[in-house]
């Protein structure tokens, strides 16, 4: 059984920065792809960022250089580091993990956390 569990939401002020956790418990996999998504309030849910097991990372136009993805395979461990925060930045944010392929192109994730919350305000 796959369990995917996100931390490290909080409130920042704009210009500030934070790192989100997820800890992927369950069978290992050597390939996958991993993801984080955000939903604000009234939106759709989007994709912030993807890396696939073999190491390419890709992100949404508006975070890019901003945020960055990193995992640690050792502990099962996917990281967000947000840096730049801005006020449209606020939203739930969810990890999600699909496995049995080493590339993100038209992924759909079968795995979901239960998201933590990224407050951006001054």
């Known amino acids: 059984q796959v369990r995917l569990v996100e931390s490290g939401g909080d409130v920042a002020q704009p210009g500030g920065s934070l790192r989100l956790s997820c800890e992927i418990s369950?069978?290992?996999?050597?390939?996958?792809?991993l993801g984080w998504f955000r939903q604000a309030p009234g939106k759709e849910r989007e994709r912030v960022g993807v890396?696939?097991?073999?190491?390419?990372?890709s992100y949404l136009e508006s975070v890019q250089g901003r945020f960055t993805i990193s995992q640690d395979n050792y502990k099962n461990m996917i990281y967000l580091s947000m840096t730049s925060l801005k006020p449209e930045d606020t939203a739930m944010y969810y990890c999600?993990?699909?496995?049995?392929?080493?590339?993100?192109?038209?992924?759909?994730?079968?795995?979901w956390g239960q998201g933590t919350q990224v407050t951006v305000s001054s």
């Open positions: 999600a993990a699909v496995f049995s392929r080493n590339y993100c192109s038209g992924a759909n994730f079968d795995y």
């Open positions: 369950g069978p290992h996999y050597t390939r996958y792809c």
């Open positions: 890396v696939d097991s073999r190491g390419t990372n």
